[in-house]
């Protein structure tokens, strides 16, 4: 019932700036957290940041200080404001919604991915 998508990926040079957006649709009574999680390839999907609807957020200690992570709770929506890329924050990014449902309890929703590619 809640689909997730997300948009802005790109190729960026190594020490620029992208910012990801992500948009949550569909029935649903309440989203409690959003959040983007990574996945380079041969490696584990990892959590890069998340943020709950009050503003509380967490990042990873890669990404701390060089990504910021905001909520649009009026629109359901979520970006990733990417600084200072390197190349290791090459992946594909997922955005991840945690909420309720309207009938059937928490829901776990996932995106489709958004690729980003830091060049050297």
């Known amino acids: 019932q809640v689909q997730l998508v997300e948009s802005g990926g790109g190729l960026v040079q190594s020490g620029g700036s992208l910012r990801v957006s992500c948009a949550a649709s569909g029935t649903f009574r309440s989203i409690n957290t959003m959040g983007w999680y990574r996945q380079a390839p041969g490696k584990e999907r990892e959590l890069v940041a998340d943020?709950?609807?009050?503003?509380?957020?967490s990042y990873a200690d890669s990404v701390k200080a060089r990504f910021t992570i905001s909520i649009d709770n009026a629109k359901n929506t979520v970006y990733l404001q990417m600084n200072a890329l390197k190349p290791e924050d090459t992946a594909v990014y997922y955005c991840?919604?945690?909420?309720?449902?309207?009938?059937?309890?928490?829901?776990?929703?996932w995106g489709q991915g958004t690729q980003v590619t830091v060049s050297s």
């Open positions: 943020i709950t609807s009050g503003g509380q957020t």
């Open positions: 991840n919604a945690i909420g309720r449902s309207w009938v059937k309890g928490p829901f776990d929703s």
